[in-house]
């Protein structure tokens, strides 16, 4: 066979209808608050698209993200995405080894120069030359310098690359870096979490493939779509947060009630991320829902910010005008979300 | 058996009891959004869709959408990766659909407004792979 390696094809040969296809494009563009019509484009575009070829580098890690993506509770979500793109290198996930894979991934970043997306998990350790992490006699480090070289963009998946995660915690004994740190000359997107929500992995994936670039990103360049609001904004148990109703040890009468978690040292109010609001184990549930404050796994330096449970210091950073909108009760809160999700939509719709 | 329900537990609905109504405006809002989309339609042809997901609403909210807009003629129902939901509601060229995953649970829901909703069209592409079958099972069946 030797159609070229277009998405739509390659859907047929898995025997993906393509009514399935539009309604996965549907459902990502919903996820991402991108207007319905989006839905079709992408799904049109993505159909065309070739596959985009990625190169996927695991570093100082615990193979965590790729355990949340290829575990996602959804089978489909993990084939769809691995029909939108060609794998060429993922050491966890690639049936070669030794020297036939690493010549893989070289041919791979030959053939497909200027063009793939390099996916790196992992943080790089710079001490002592490099040598606490090597693959085949190769640095980290040198190993990035040389992959990022290629690269139409690189996407750091997990906190580890995007900000150096655990291995960069107090007192990083590996001089553990985010791949921002060693790359200054491509656009980077970080999609941090310890590990990061699969479907977002999946929302940004579709969202490069059909655009053909990164969505927009914020001041700690991750992508808006996912990581505008803070668990704050988007928690279920903000009403009690704002009539100051707190649980004070983790089996009090407030805390079955299911009051707000602040006392018990939630991270909620300073961390961005989507758990509030796409949840867990196929939105099943996310840790504040489970009784548990949020660790804050998703912002720099999460480790080395003090206990886990001990509250965040008061008062709480200006938190955008959500609080004042939240204090007239949980209707005002959902107004706010709304108004939140139009912002998304007009800037999507406005970068097109 | 594992004692847990010796555990006293307390179910409670976290969130403060809405307004007497239970209704947040949102449904109102939609409803005129949906005047709105079927004037451009019979004007110009243009289709259009609300994204329910980009919206909250309450269970109050939902259940005014359901009852304004009710059941029409056609009900589909779509079989791939999951189930699909297809109804025209009342108000002919106003849809109402939902995407289910493998496991059940709602992945879009929404309002589309157009003559035939685009996922209940057979697919050009799928038709000719689906005419390439049938031709060489046909074949395969001759003597
Ligand atoms: S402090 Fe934590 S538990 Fe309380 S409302 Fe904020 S995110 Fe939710
Ligand atoms: S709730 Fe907080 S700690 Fe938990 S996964 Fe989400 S961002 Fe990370």
Same mark, same amino acid.
């Given at each position: 066979m030797n159609e070229p390696d277009i998405l739509g094809a390659s859907l047929a040969r898995s025997g993906i209808s393509?009514?399935?296809?539009?309604?996965? #494009?549907? +459902? @990502? +563009?919903?996820? @991402?608050?991108?207007?319905? $019509?989006?839905?079709?484009? @992408?799904?049109?575009?993505l159909k065309r698209a070739q596959r985009q070829s990625v190169i996927w580098l695991s570093f100082q890690e615990c193979t965590g993200c790729v355990e949340s993506l290829t575990r996602s509770f959804d089978p489909t979500l993990e084939q769809l995405i691995f029909e939108m793109i060609s794998l060429d290198y993922q050491e966890t996930l690639q049936a070669a080894s030794g020297e036939a894979a690493e010549s893989a991934r070289k041919q791979a970043m030959k053939a497909s120069y200027g063009k793939y997306l390099l996916i790196v998990d992992g943080s790089i350790p710079t001490k002592d030359g490099g040598v606490y992490s090597? !693959?085949?006699?190769? $640095?980290?480090?040198?190993?990035?310098?040389? +992959?990022?070289?290629?690269?139409?963009?690189?996407?750091?998946?997990?906190?580890?690359?995007?900000?150096g995660g655990i291995p960069h915690a107090n007192p990083n004994p590996t001089g553990a870096v985010s791949v921002s740190d060693i790359i200054k000359d491509k656009p980077i997107m970080n999609v941090p979490g310890c590990p990061p929500i699969p479907s977002v992995i999946a929302g940004v994936l579709a969202y490069f493939i059909t655009y053909g670039k990164?969505? /927009?990103?914020?001041?700690?360049?991750?992508?808006?779509?996912?990581?505008? &609001?803070?668990?704050?904004?988007? #928690?279920?148990?903000?009403?009690?947060? &704002?009539?100051?109703?707190?649980?004070?040890?983790? &089996?009090? /009468?407030?805390?079955?009630?299911?009051?707000?978690?602040?006392?018990?040292? #939630?991270?909620?109010?300073?961390?961005?991320?989507?758990?509030?609001?796409?949840?867990?184990?196929?939105? !099943? $549930?996310?840790?504040? /829902?489970?009784?548990?404050? #949020?660790?804050?796994c998703s912002e720099p330096n999460f480790w080395d910010k003090g206990s886990?449970?001990?509250?965040?210091?008061?008062?709480?950073?200006?938190?955008?005008?959500?609080?004042? +909108?939240?204090?007239?009760?949980?209707?005002?809160?959902?107004?706010?979300?709304?108004?939140?999700?139009?912002?998304?939509?007009? $800037?999507?719709?406005? /970068?097109? | 058996m594992s004692g847990l329900d010796n555990i006293g537990t307390k179910v409670v609905n976290p969130l403060p009891s809405p307004p007497?109504?239970?209704?947040?405006?949102?449904?109102?809002?939609?409803?005129?959004?949906? *005047?709105a989309l079927l004037e451009a339609y019979t004007a110009t042809g243009q289709t259009g869709a609300i994204d329910l997901h980009s919206l909250p609403l309450t269970l109050d909210d939902y259940e005014l959408l359901r009852i304004t807009l009710a059941d029409g003629e056609v009900h589909a129902h779509i079989d791939a990766i999951g189930n699909s939901e297809v109804r025209e509601t009342l108000y002919p060229g106003v849809w109402w659909v939902t995407y289910y995953n493998a496991e059940g649970d709602i992945v879009a829901d929404l309002i589309e407004v157009t003559? *035939?909703?685009?996922?209940?069209?057979?697919?050009?592409?799928? *038709?000719?792979?689906?005419?390439?079958?049938?031709?060489?099972?046909?074949? %395969?069946? %001759?003597?």
């Open positions: 393509r009514r399935s296809f539009l309604k996965f #494009c549907t +459902a @990502m +563009a919903s996820l @991402m608050a991108l207007p319905p $019509s989006a839905a079709y484009a @992408m799904a049109d575009a090597t !693959v085949a006699g190769v $640095s980290n480090h040198d190993l990035l310098v040389e +992959a990022a070289k290629g690269a139409a963009a690189i996407v750091a998946v997990g906190t580890c690359s995007s900000f990164l969505p /927009e990103l914020d001041n700690l360049n991750r992508p808006k779509v996912f990581f505008a &609001d803070t668990i704050h904004d988007r #928690c279920y148990r903000r009403p009690f947060y &704002d009539q100051g109703k707190f649980a004070k040890t983790f &089996d009090d /009468e407030g805390a079955r009630n299911g009051w707000c978690l602040y006392e018990l040292g #939630c991270k909620g109010p300073t961390t961005y991320n989507a758990c509030a609001t796409i949840k867990w184990n196929g939105g !099943v $549930s996310f840790p504040i /829902e489970s009784g548990h404050g #949020c660790l804050g886990f449970y001990k509250p965040l210091p008061v008062p709480l950073a200006d938190n955008t005008p959500i609080i004042t +909108a939240a204090a007239l009760g949980g209707i005002a809160v959902g107004t706010a979300a709304a108004v939140i999700s139009r912002k998304h939509q007009t $800037s999507i719709s406005e /970068e097109k | 007497e109504d239970g209704l947040s405006g949102n449904a109102d809002a939609i409803l005129h959004e949906i *005047v003559a *035939v909703p685009e996922i209940l069209k057979a697919p050009a592409d799928d *038709v000719r792979e689906g005419l390439a079958h049938l031709r060489e099972l046909l074949k %395969q069946e %001759q003597p």
